[in-house]
């Protein structure tokens, strides 16, 4: 069992910067490939970004590319999202997700085993 606990998330303005943290808990942790997905008010969730166990492959939606970055540090069980340069479209709850069976898929939400509750991020124009 795995406990994912985000923070980090608020208001910031167009083409400032925020760093999303995901703390986790249980035994599995160093073995899950760590990923954040995001839902905007009337929009399904969208994968945003996924990083390997090893921390040695990462993964970016299109929409994110060249603006965020996802990185681990398994010796303090958290992972990262810092996102620079955002967009008011980037305005959306964000959640973290582990992911038992590695990379494989890695946008399909249905496939991650465990969840955060999810933090607000507000980028105003």
């Known amino acids: 069992q795995v406990q994912l606990v985000e923070s980090g998330g608020g208001l910031v303005q167009a083409g400032g910067s925020l760093r999303l943290s995901c703390a986790a808990s249980?035994?599995?942790?160093?073995?899950?490939?760590m990923g954040w997905f995001r839902q905007a008010p009337g929009k399904g969730r969208e994968f945003v970004a996924l990083i390997s166990w090893s921390g040695g492959s990462t993964y970016y939606a299109d929409s994110v590319k060249g603006r965020f970055t996802i990185s681990r540090d398994n010796a303090k069980n958290t992972h990262y999202l810092q996102m620079n340069s955002l967009k008011p479209e980037d305005t959306a709850v964000y959640y973290c997700?582990?992911?038992?069976?590695?990379?494989?898929?890695?946008?399909?939400?249905?496939?991650?085993?465990?969840w955060g509750q999810g933090t607000q991020v507000t980028v105003s124009s």
């Open positions: 997700a582990a992911k038992s069976g590695g990379t494989y898929d890695y946008a399909n939400f249905r496939l991650y085993d465990y």
């Open positions: 249980g035994r599995t942790f160093g073995r899950n490939a």
